[in-house]
C-alpha cells in the first residue's frame, strides 16, 4: 500500500530554515524549488521543507512546545555542537549520556526540537 515515507517541516521563515539544513548537513536540496520546496537526503530519511500557502499560515505557526523531533545520528557530538555554534544555532542545555549512548537537544530557525545522538558504538 504505502511506498514511502519522509518528514516534512512546514516553515513561513523557508529561506532561513532552507539555509540552515543546507549548511548543517553540507548537501545541496534536491529536489528544490526556490520559496516553495526543499527536500534533503539523509541516511535513507526524505527531509522536506515546504513554505505553506499564505492562505494556511495559521495552520503551521510553530507552537511553543512540539513532541516532534528530528534524531541525527552523528559520528562526532562535539564536532556537530561546534557546526550548530558556527551557525548561531548552539544547544543550550548539556550533553547527556545514556546506554544508548550521547546526545544533546538543539532547535533549528523556527524552533523545532532536533536531537544530535552519538551512538555508544562510535
Given at each position: ?34 520559496h516553495?520546496?526543499a ?7 526524505k ?28 559520528v ?19 550533553i547527556t ?24 558504538n562510535?
Amino acid at each position: 500500500m504505502l511506498t514511502g515515507a519522509f518528514v516534512t517541516i512546514a516553515s513561513i521563515n523557508f529561506d532561513v530554515v532552507v539555509k540552515f539544513y543546507t549548511q548543517f548537513l553540507e548537501s545541496q536540496p534536491q529536489p528544490y524549488l526556490p520559496h516553495v520546496y526543499a527536500e534533503f537526503s539523509i541516511a535513507g530519511l526524505k527531509l522536506g521543507i515546504f513554505c505553506p500557502k499564505p492562505s494556511n499560515y495559521d495552520e503551521f505557526k510553530q507552537p511553543s512546545q512540539s513532541g516532534m523531533s528530528l534524531c541525527l545520528e552523528v559520528v562526532n557530538l562535539e564536532d556537530s555542537i561546534d557546526k550548530l555554534a558556527q551557525l548561531g544555532y548552539a544547544p543550550l542545555g548539556q550533553i547527556t549520556t545514556a546506554s544508548h549512548g550521547r546526545e544533546i537537544y538543539a532547535y533549528d530557525p523556527d524552533g523545532n526540537r532536533l536531537i544530535l545522538h552519538q551512538s555508544a558504538n562510535t
